[in-house]
């Protein structure tokens, strides 16, 4: 890489992580792609960003995509190009960004998995004996009562949780973006439970909710490797993830309610586009009880 190409590439990475505080794990994600993007470019005799036009930008990604990458990997390399390229534009370093008329081909949507309310209910209320199942089931309870993600469950503090009120405050995303969400009976019970033998396991200075066997705070790796091993030993078909419990909770409550409003704001969705993933999800439910129960819904042998 040119060093033009590669003191802007550190420059804006610097900038990610000490302005908008982006993760270690997306900035080493920005900077292989980006690495990957300026190699072609300088191979094509490009020797700074300034050179790069429209043309180049679409050449890559129909390279990349001869090569096998998918769509949702074009569109994130196309998406790391043009954040560069908008940060040199807002120095003054460019006069247009040219990735912004650039398209990657669509990715075609994949819906989610979810478990029926039966598996759910079987997870759930599972034999829990010794303080670290109760803690997990304490875990699972919250996750499907409350639809969390894995970032925030693993960042509950146990100041975030208010029994009484029913309620628990979770952090996501930049910044720490804030919401409140309903903790059901079942939950709060569970944790409750789980309250009462927490001082056992942790240590004095932890604020964390869930702890591990050493006292500290329980990490998104750890609650990933539980829920497997729960998953596992109940004789689940398929192996059991946090965000299936999280896309559960949306699609069961969709389901009942017919609320989309109401299930984007407890999601913490900033679109309801990403929402209304989960109403096609409730159509297949429908469609097959129809195709299973109609008389004429279906030739039959």
């Not at 478990?115 to 997990?136: F, G, K, M, N, Q």
């Not at 804030?178 to 004095?204: D, K, S, Y």
Request: overall charge positive; some cysteine; charged content about 30%.
């Amino acid at each position: 890489m040119t060093p033009a190409l590669e003191a802007a590439l550190d420059a804006y990475l610097r900038q990610l992580r000490d302005q908008r505080r982006v993760s270690p794990h997306t900035l080493d994600a920005y900077r292989r792609d980006l690495t990957r993007i300026a190699c072609f470019f300088q191979a094509r005799g490009v020797m700074d960003w300034g050179q790069v036009d429209e043309t180049a930008i679409r050449l890559y990604l129909r390279q990349r995509h001869e090569a096998g990458a998918g769509p949702a990997t074009l569109q994130r390399e196309l998406s790391a190009l043009r954040g560069l390229l908008n940060h040199l534009l807002r120095l003054r370093r460019l006069e247009a960004n040219p990735a912004e008329r650039v398209r990657a081909p669509k990715k075609a949507r994949k819906l989610p998995e979810v478990l029926s309310v039966d598996e759910v209910a079987a997870l759930v209320e599972a034999e829990a004996v010794t303080p670290l199942e109760r803690r997990d089931r304490a875990m699972w309870e919250l996750f499907y009562s409350s639809g969390l993600r894995l970032g925030e469950l693993a960042a509950l503090d146990c100041g975030d949780l208010d029994l009484a009120g029913g309620e628990v405050r979770v952090r996501h995303g930049k910044g720490g973006k804030e919401r409140l969400v309903p903790v059901g009976h079942c939950a709060r019970r569970a944790l409750q439970h789980w309250l009462g033998i927490r001082p056992r396991l942790a240590a004095a200075d932890e604020a964390a909710l869930f702890v591990n066997r050493f006292g500290r705070r329980l990490g998104r790796r750890g609650v990933q490797q539980r829920l497997a091993q729960w998953g596992r030993r109940l004789g689940f078909q398929q192996p059991l993830h946090p965000h299936l419990l999280r896309h559960s909770f949306a699609s069961h409550l969709l389901e009942t309610s017919g609320d989309l409003r109401a299930v984007q704001e407890l999601l913490g969705h900033a679109d309801i586009a990403t929402t209304q993933i989960y109403t096609h999800l409730d159509f297949q439910h429908l469609a097959s009880v129809y195709d299973n129960a109609h008389p004429r819904a279906k030739r039959r042998n």
